[in-house]
């Protein structure tokens, strides 16, 4: 029980100190919430377009104007917490490991993957997860039904195993620099990784899309973070949800463990950078 | 004047070695490049597929246009984009690097530009692979060749777009001479380019009066315009005032890039750097 | 038991070699070749509870390897190590408790915070008692003058204070065993002194037991009795300070002071003239000969005052360095 609030704590001042230097730099801070925020908004433009031709993404696949803008704010929501907890600090692992700065999280009583994977709270990004919140709000009050608690409840958990299989990634791209030094960056990598996690899975049909489909939710489950909470929310009585929901919180445990194995494996093969 | 051609070569032949180390991250790069364009073809699949009506076109373009176009925009912008070009000026402002340009008897802009052709050279031989291996992949997606004028019409705004693209950011990263911190314009630059430049959707299929007026701003030739000459969207005398117009700016932004250089010199040497 | 034993503890690694040119880097894409560092290669010590040891060595020699595998940042590759009981490597939390690291090449403060902000975090990390975490950081802020810093961002901090301000961060929890990797390292003369003062005081105080490695001969003279010489990831000296001297000081300078200014001109049958200034001179002289030379000299000249000194230490250090290195050299080729 110490343990936790040890963890509490320590994360809490994780949060403090960041949110301290954000705001000793206020000025960057406002141009990264902005420009994100401008991202968001030309991608919203994309869409407008799009919908004044067609009012379903897919022929029959139920995902309407506003069934997609929920799927669109989810995946805003998703990347947002994902970005403001771990997108940083994993980018600064790659750094630490080639720095030799590792070292000093490696001598703490405390759990050095948690140590690395929280240490810096990007607080802008709280400007994109805003604006995530307040397309789903008005995406859901468009649709016929509003969702229920429970559905609200199931959202939340599966809004959680989405950004634990993010991070998984994350975790396991960035370890791997241990073993390969670093080609691209991280952030190249996870853009065009996360490409595919950015549309309904229903889209990936015929010769090639089927086996894509098969290869993004079963071998890197990047389809389901974004796919099962949109899907449990805009359309809860499809009877697919039932399997698929299962093998989420199957694949999430998945996707953690291996991540945690990949780590503990990257610790060992780490070789202080002398001096 | 030969020895001016051979000094421009070697600069050339370094940069191109220095380049080829990087190869690996090239290659890779090049092919991750593409995953984007993958779910845009689906997207697109399933969009044209949701549409009601016999006759499925969005602003002129069926289905295999629109997946035909967004693999051109990437040739396209194969050719115009200036990854770090503009932040590098900026940089070399700031830092003082640039009065080396001042010591050597080597004119800047030329300096950067051969090392960006370099670049871009290196980066075609390492790219023509996997852009071959897509556009094979995806020659469904096209309804052939077009006529021989169509496509010297379209190598010709491929190369202005390169150099288009290359005195516009150069322009841009002249700014550093007034202002010290240009990251922030530079990101602006990027978004509203990426934008403009029609590489995130044609803009035909924007509403009155967008198409129109994104059609005037020159940002269109860095990837639209090319495209839209590949897939015969513009022909006869439009693509002729396309082609015109598109020299225009090149001229126009050559002429901005050389006069803010002249007049940022002097105001730095006046200061003192 | 002791405090920390080590025996036969070694770790290499191997290295991607990189080779020049355009067609070696294309080769280079498909077979890699690897060079094997040894950086250590066997190493036998023990320490007692509250001794301070110094690590002296020159580049590369394994000080700071030895240091991390003592903390754990580091798996050996044979051998093993315990430290207050722990096998450092497998990184207990219970042994993480008990002693702290300190580089002074690296930092682990908050760049752009206070270093006030760093210590809290590390009063969360290591669950220390409100009340004690401030008495030790007031307390220790006050032995190393820095109290008024303490709200100011690091990265506006000289890097005197900023050592201080690391010494701060890794002292907080109070820990028992103490390594120390090159904390001087381009600090000034009297930051230096600051530090050393310190530390001598410290390790007084609480009777912790510190490892130190360091380029400063200052350093080791001011805090360390027991030196602990590597060369090529091996010890080849453990014993006092002076002790060195016998064991690699075969050389002594015999000083003169001639009287009426007469200056013998034959002095260099005695040994290695190294000054002569009317009336001083100075000899070097092998360790075993001096009883005889002096001898000599006092029995054939008129000699006002006589004094026998041994080189500078530092100087003696640098030729075991550097003769060890030869011996490697010569041993490889």
Same mark, same amino acid.
């Given at each position: 029980m110490s343990n936790?609030?040890t963890?509490?704590?320590v994360?809490?001042?994780?949060a403090?100190?960041?949110?301290i230097?954000?705001?000793?730099f206020?000025s960057?801070f406002?141009?990264d919430?902005?420009?994100?925020l401008a991202?968001v908004f030309?991608?919203?433009v994309l869409y407008l377009q799009?919908f004044r031709?067609?009012?379903?993404?897919?022929?029959?696949?139920g995902?309407g104007?506003?069934?997609f803008y929920?799927?669109f704010?989810?995946g805003l929501i998703v990347?947002a917490?994902?970005q403001?907890?771990f997108?940083?600090?994993i980018?600064?692992?790659?750094?630490l490991?080639?720095?030799?700065?590792?070292?000093?999280?490696?001598l703490?009583?405390?759990?050095t993957q948690f140590?690395?994977?929280?240490?810096?709270?990007e607080w802008?990004?709280?400007?994109?997860?805003?604006?995530?919140i307040?397309?789903l709000v008005?995406?859901?009050t468009?649709?016929?039904h509003?969702p229920g608690?429970?559905?609200?409840?199931?959202?939340?958990?599966?809004l959680?195993?989405?950004?634990?299989?993010y991070?998984?990634?994350? %975790?396991?791209?960035?370890a791997s620099?241990v073993? &390969?030094? !670093?080609? /691209?960056?991280?952030?190249?990598? @996870?853009f065009y990784?996360?490409t595919?996690?950015?549309?309904?899975?229903?889209i990936?049909?015929?010769q090639l899309?089927?086996?894509?489909?098969?290869?993004?939710?079963?071998?890197?489950?990047?389809l %389901?973070v974004?796919?099962i909470p949109a899907?449990l &929310?805009v !359309?809860? /009585?499809?009877?697919?949800?039932? @399997?698929l929901?299962g093998?989420a919180l199957?694949?999430?445990a998945?996707?953690?463990a291996?991540?945690?194995w990949v780590f503990l494996k990257?610790l060992a093969?780490y070789?202080?950078?002398?001096s | 004047?030969?020895?001016r051609v051979?000094l421009y070569?070697?600069?050339?032949?370094?940069?191109?070695?220095?380049?080829l180390?990087?190869?690996v991250?090239?290659?890779?790069?090049t092919?991750m490049r593409f995953?984007?364009?993958?779910?845009?073809?689906f997207?697109w699949d399933?969009?044209?597929?949701?549409?009601s009506g016999?006759i499925?076109?969005?602003?002129?373009?069926n289905n295999?246009?629109?997946i035909a176009?967004?693999?051109?925009?990437m040739?396209?912008?194969a050719?115009?984009s200036?990854?770090?070009l503009?932040s590098s000026?900026a940089?070399d402002?700031?830092d003082g690097?640039?009065?080396?340009?001042?010591l050597?008897?080597i004119?800047?802009?030329?300096?950067?530009?051969?090392?960006?052709?370099?670049?871009?050279?290196?980066?075609?031989?390492v790219a023509?692979?996997?852009?071959?291996?897509v556009?094979w992949?995806c020659?469904?997606f096209?309804k052939?060749?077009?006529?021989a004028?169509?496509i010297l019409?379209?190598?010709?705004s491929?190369?202005?777009?390169?150099?288009?693209?290359?005195?516009?950011e150069?322009?841009?990263g002249m700014i550093g001479?007034?202002?010290?911190?240009?990251?922030?314009?530079?990101f602006?630059?990027?978004?509203?380019s990426?934008f403009f430049?029609?590489?995130?959707?044609?803009?035909?299929?924007?509403?009155?009066p967008?198409?129109?007026?994104?059609?005037?701003?020159?940002?269109?030739?860095l990837a639209y315009?090319?495209?839209a000459v590949?897939?015969?969207?513009?022909t006869g005398?439009?693509?002729?005032?396309g082609l015109?117009a598109e020299?225009?700016w090149v001229?126009?932004?050559?002429?901005?890039?050389?006069t803010?250089f002249?007049?940022?010199?002097?105001?730095?040497?006046?200061?003192?750097? | 038991?002791?405090l920390i034993?080590?025996?036969k503890l070694?770790?290499?690694y191997?290295?991607?070699?990189k080779?020049?040119?355009?067609?070696?880097s294309?080769r280079?894409l498909f077979?890699?070749?690897?060079?094997?560092?040894?950086?250590?290669?066997g190493?036998?010590?023990?320490?007692e509870?509250?001794?301070?040891?110094?690590?002296?060595?020159?580049?590369g020699a394994?000080?700071?390897?030895?240091?991390?595998l003592?903390?754990?940042v580091?798996t050996?590759?044979?051998?093993?190590a315990?430290?207050?009981?722990?096998?450092?490597w497998?990184r207990?939390?219970a042994?993480?408790?008990?002693?702290?690291?300190?580089?002074?090449?690296?930092?682990?403060l908050?760049?752009d915070?206070p270093?006030?902000?760093s210590?809290r975090?590390?009063q969360h990390?290591?669950?220390?008692d409100?009340?004690?975490?401030q008495?030790?950081r007031?307390g220790?802020?006050?032995?190393l003058?820095?109290a008024?810093?303490?709200s100011?961002?690091?990265?506006e901090?000289?890097l005197?204070?900023r050592?201080?301000?690391?010494?701060?961060?890794a002292?907080?929890h109070?820990p028992?065993?103490?390594?120390?990797d090159?904390p001087?390292i381009g600090?000034d003369?009297?930051?230096?002194?600051?530090?050393q003062?310190?530390?001598?005081?410290y390790?007084q105080?609480?009777?912790?037991?510190?490892?130190?490695t360091s380029h400063?001969?200052k350093?080791?003279m001011?805090?360390?009795?027991?030196v602990?010489?590597?060369a090529?990831?091996?010890?080849?000296?453990?014993?006092?300070?002076?002790g060195?001297l016998?064991?690699?000081g075969?050389?002594?300078?015999?000083?003169l002071l001639?009287?009426?200014?007469?200056?013998?001109?034959?002095?260099?049958r005695y040994g290695?003239?190294?000054?002569?200034?009317?009336?001083?001179a100075?000899?070097?002289v092998?360790?075993?000969?001096?009883t005889?030379?002096?001898?000599?000299?006092?029995?054939r000249y008129a000699?006002?005052?006589?004094?026998?000194e041994?080189?500078?230490?530092e100087?003696?250090?640098a030729k075991?360095?550097?003769d060890?290195?030869?011996?490697?050299?010569?041993g490889?080729s």
């Amino acid at each position: 029980m110490s343990n936790i609030t040890t963890y509490w704590r320590v994360f809490r001042t994780f949060a403090r100190n960041s949110l301290i230097r954000d705001m000793t730099f206020r000025s960057n801070f406002i141009i990264d919430s902005i420009s994100s925020l401008a991202w968001v908004f030309l991608n919203v433009v994309l869409y407008l377009q799009v919908f004044r031709f067609t009012n379903s993404i897919g022929d029959h696949t139920g995902w309407g104007r506003y069934e997609f803008y929920a799927f669109f704010s989810t995946g805003l929501i998703v990347n947002a917490l994902a970005q403001m907890f771990f997108m940083t600090n994993i980018d600064e692992f790659t750094d630490l490991i080639r720095t030799g700065g590792l070292d000093f999280l490696l001598l703490k009583p405390i759990d050095t993957q948690f140590m690395i994977s929280l240490r810096r709270i990007e607080w802008s990004s709280l400007s994109n997860l805003a604006a995530g919140i307040i397309v789903l709000v008005y995406s859901m009050t468009r649709l016929p039904h509003l969702p229920g608690m429970g559905q609200c409840v199931l959202y939340g958990v599966y809004l959680i195993c989405g950004v634990a299989i993010y991070y998984s990634l994350m %975790i396991t791209l960035g370890a791997s620099t241990v073993w &390969m030094g !670093r080609n /691209l960056t991280l952030y190249d990598f @996870w853009f065009y990784i996360t490409t595919f996690s950015r549309y309904p899975m229903e889209i990936y049909t015929g010769q090639l899309g089927r086996p894509l489909r098969f290869a993004f939710t079963f071998i890197i489950p990047v389809l %389901i973070v974004v796919n099962i909470p949109a899907r449990l &929310m805009v !359309r809860p /009585l499809e009877s697919q949800n039932g @399997w698929l929901a299962g093998f989420a919180l199957l694949a999430t445990a998945a996707s953690v463990a291996a991540s945690r194995w990949v780590f503990l494996k990257a610790l060992a093969g780490y070789r202080s950078a002398s001096s | 004047m030969f020895a001016r051609v051979n000094l421009y070569y070697t600069v050339l032949r370094i940069s191109i070695a220095e380049r080829l180390v990087y190869r690996v991250d090239f290659a890779l790069g090049t092919l991750m490049r593409f995953l984007p364009i993958v779910t845009q073809i689906f997207l697109w699949d399933a969009v044209f597929q949701g549409m009601s009506g016999g006759i499925k076109t969005i602003a002129g373009y069926n289905n295999h246009e629109m997946i035909a176009y967004y693999l051109l925009t990437m040739v396209g912008r194969a050719f115009s984009s200036m990854p770090g070009l503009a932040s590098s000026i900026a940089r070399d402002i700031r830092d003082g690097t640039i009065k080396k340009y001042l010591l050597q008897p080597i004119d800047m802009l030329s300096f950067i530009l051969m090392s960006r052709l370099a670049h871009k050279l290196v980066y075609y031989a390492v790219a023509v692979f996997p852009f071959a291996l897509v556009f094979w992949l995806c020659r469904d997606f096209f309804k052939g060749w077009p006529d021989a004028g169509t496509i010297l019409a379209f190598i010709a705004s491929l190369l202005m777009s390169f150099l288009l693209g290359f005195f516009m950011e150069a322009t841009l990263g002249m700014i550093g001479f007034w202002f010290l911190e240009v990251s922030s314009l530079l990101f602006v630059y990027m978004l509203v380019s990426f934008f403009f430049s029609g590489q995130m959707f044609p803009p035909d299929i924007m509403p009155y009066p967008w198409p129109q007026v994104l059609k005037i701003i020159p940002l269109q030739y860095l990837a639209y315009f090319p495209t839209a000459v590949f897939l015969q969207k513009v022909t006869g005398a439009e693509l002729a005032w396309g082609l015109a117009a598109e020299a225009f700016w090149v001229v126009f932004f050559f002429f901005s890039a050389r006069t803010m250089f002249h007049y940022g010199l002097k105001r730095y040497s006046a200061y003192g750097g | 038991m002791s405090l920390i034993e080590i025996t036969k503890l070694a770790k290499s690694y191997s290295v991607f070699q990189k080779k020049e040119g355009l067609g070696a880097s294309v080769r280079g894409l498909f077979s890699r070749s690897y060079k094997t560092i040894e950086a250590v290669r066997g190493i036998d010590l023990t320490v007692e509870a509250g001794e301070f040891v110094a690590f002296l060595g020159p580049n590369g020699a394994g000080k700071t390897t030895t240091l991390k595998l003592l903390s754990g940042v580091l798996t050996p590759t044979t051998g093993t190590a315990t430290v207050m009981g722990h096998v450092p490597w497998k990184r207990e939390n219970a042994y993480r408790r008990r002693f702290a690291l300190v580089m002074g090449q690296k930092n682990q403060l908050w760049w752009d915070l206070p270093a006030a902000e760093s210590f809290r975090l590390h009063q969360h990390i290591y669950n220390i008692d409100p009340q004690e975490f401030q008495k030790t950081r007031d307390g220790l802020a006050e032995m190393l003058d820095v109290a008024r810093l303490l709200s100011q961002p690091v990265r506006e901090l000289s890097l005197g204070e900023r050592m201080k301000m690391e010494l701060i961060a890794a002292l907080l929890h109070g820990p028992e065993v103490l390594f120390l990797d090159e904390p001087t390292i381009g600090l000034d003369v009297v930051a230096q002194h600051n530090i050393q003062t310190f530390l001598k005081q410290y390790q007084q105080d609480r009777k912790v037991t510190i490892l130190l490695t360091s380029h400063y001969m200052k350093d080791v003279m001011a805090l360390c009795r027991r030196v602990v010489i590597i060369a090529q990831g091996r010890i080849i000296y453990d014993g006092s300070l002076e002790g060195i001297l016998d064991r690699f000081g075969g050389l002594k300078v015999i000083s003169l002071l001639v009287a009426d200014g007469q200056m013998p001109d034959d002095l260099s049958r005695y040994g290695e003239v190294l000054k002569i200034e009317p009336p001083r001179a100075k000899l070097r002289v092998e360790r075993s000969k001096v009883t005889e030379v002096l001898a000599a000299i006092l029995s054939r000249y008129a000699i006002d005052d006589v004094s026998v000194e041994d080189p500078p230490l530092e100087e003696i250090i640098a030729k075991v360095f550097s003769d060890n290195r030869e011996e490697v050299v010569g041993g490889s080729s």
